[in-house]
């Protein structure tokens, strides 16, 4: 089984970082253990985010720091572990906000992308598209409805 990328294009209107929580929470329903890739700082505008995006909900997670225990199912991870993936092998889903794709990965995992509607973003968007394609990822994209 090839892995999945799935590339979610956003509205101008639809802010991406609601956006991203959305799909944690709807994966974190499904059983998925998530791994969000971005930069250090927008990992913690992240982290206060999920605290506070729902009044009703909690989703368990934590921005991973070396030696630490995985033991969360939803983990924030920084660009640095990028090419260090197999150490979260148990994980299944990644949300990469990073703006270099997540190709050394394991057969099963679910990879996901959003494409803000900016120019500069559709850019990184389209030549993170061609690498996964180039490193035989099954491919999809659809618009993101929250």
Request: aromatic fraction near 14%; proline fraction near 3%.
């Amino acid at each position: 089984m090839k892995p999945t990328v799935n590339f979610f294009s956003l509205e101008k209107n639809q802010d991406l970082y609601l956006s991203i929580c959305s799909l944690i929470k709807e994966l974190y329903k499904l059983g998925d253990q998530i791994i969000i890739f971005d930069t250090y700082s927008n990992l913690e505008k992240l982290d206060k985010l999920l605290w506070t995006f729902e009044q009703n909900s909690f989703l368990p997670h934590k921005i991973f720091e070396v030696d630490e225990k995985l033991d969360t199912p939803i983990i924030l991870l920084s660009e640095k572990y990028l090419n260090n993936l197999l150490v979260f092998n148990e994980y299944d889903s990644i949300i990469n906000n990073f703006d270099r794709p997540v190709t050394q990965t394991s057969e099963n995992i679910k990879v996901y992308e959003f494409v803000e509607d900016f120019e500069d973003k559709k850019i990184i968007s389209r030549k993170k598209y061609m690498i996964y394609k180039n490193n035989n990822f099954s491919l999809n994209h659809q618009k993101y409805n929250e």
